[in-house]
Structure formats: structure tokens, C-alpha cells
């Protein structure tokens, strides 16, 4: 399945287009996605629950909870035809179940090419059109700069700081939060 906006183009600093596309997860990619994944920067800026080292059991274990979503959320992030990242949809519930949170990461021989400021921008239009919710969010962990200037080039409002929110590698960190409504 691919969403409905699968190619967006962006201008780089050399002035080349580049297609991205959001779509689902298949048996194919779990190599793929075991070899970009298992990098401790990656795992550095996420929740621990994302492995590391990062195996192809652990590929295997993400592509069977991504095939039981009943209503896509996960999508591989696909440039040049190459598995680059992973962005997700993660909704929320009781009070806040008109929110929807959003996580991503890229391989690391992808970052600073406007790869997931595009991804944030595609997933952002898939949630406003395929879910009842007037509320995206992210958070970021402080130190994280990259992922701060996607997250402001894709619209999202700074909305504060949980200060030691995040305990990561036996420090602590604050939480940069993160918002966009429906009608921004």
C-alpha cells in the first residue's frame, strides 16, 4: 500500500529533486532495515525500547507488529527506491485520543538531506486524511539538534521543555516537545 502523496519534491542545496516516498513495511526489508538500524547513534536519540545492537530478530519482530496495525501507522521511508528510515503514527487514547504521536528516525548515511523534514511533511498530510484528529506531536531529546530543525521545518511549535524528562545512557536529558494542529 502506499499513500495517496507517495512523491514529494524538495530542492536541496545542490538543486536536486529528490523523491521520497512513505509506504509499507514488506518481508523484503528486514535485512535492510537490520543494517541501518544497528547504529548506536541511532539508538542514542530513541527510546530505549528500540535495540541495540539491533538484529534481524528485532527486524522481524518490528515487521510483525507493524503487519497487525489495523489501520496503517508505520510506513518505510523510501528514497531513490532505497529503505532510508522508519516514520510512525502513534495514536493516542482516552482524552488524548484526538492526538496522534509521531516518531522517525533515518540511517545515519541519510541525515542533513531533507529526507525526513519530507517524511514529516508526507506522514503530517496522511493523519490529517485518514484519522479524526485535530493534533500531531513529537518530542526530542535536547541534545538532538537535527532532529529540532525538522521538526520546526515541518511546521511543528516548540511547546516546552520537560527538564530531566529522559533518563538515556545513565544521564539525564531534557525533552524538547513539540506540536501541530489540524488548522496550523
Keep these: ?39 548506536k547513534k541511532i ?3 530513541l527510546p530505549d525500547f528500540f535495540p541495540f545492537p ?32 522508519i516514520i510512525s503514527l502513534i495514536p493516542q487514547a ?3 485520543a484526538k492526538s496522534m504521536k509521531v516518531g522517525y528516525w533515518l540511517g545515519e548515511a541519510y541525515w542533513g ?6 517524511a514529516l511533511r508526507k506522514i503530517c498530510a496522511y493523519a490529517w486524511q485518514n484519522f479524526d484528529i485535530n493534533r500531531l506531536f513529537s518530542s526530542v ?19 516546552g521543555i520537560g527538564r530531566k524528562a529522559i533518563f538515556k545512557n545513565g544521564q539525564f536529558y531534557d525533552d524538547h516537545y513539540y506540536g501541530l494542529l489540524k488548522d496550523d
Design 94 to 96: 482516552d482524552i488524548y
Design 141 to 159: 531529546i535536547a541534545y538532538n539538534k537535527s532532529s529540532v530543525k525538522v521538526m520546526e521545518k515541518a511546521g511543528f511549535t516548540f511547546e
Design 113 to 118: 538531506k531533507g529526507i525526513a523534514t519530507a
Design 54 to 85: 539491533y538484529t534481524l530478530d528485532d527486524a522481524k519482530r518490528f515487521l510483525t507488529l507493524t503487519e497487525s496495525e489495523e489501520k496503517t501507522c508505520t510506513f518505510a521511508i523510501e528514497w531513490e527506491g532505497v529503505l532510508v528510515g
Design 43 to 45: 539508538f542514542d536519540n
Design 1 to 39: 500500500m502506499y499513500i495517496s502523496y507517495d512523491y514529494q519534491r524538495m530542492k536541496m542545496k545542490t538543486n536536486r529533486p529528490v523523491e521520497i516516498r512513505l509506504r509499507r513495511l514488506n518481508e523484503r526489508d528486514m535485512k535492510p532495515l537490520q543494517e541501518i538500524a544497528d547504529n
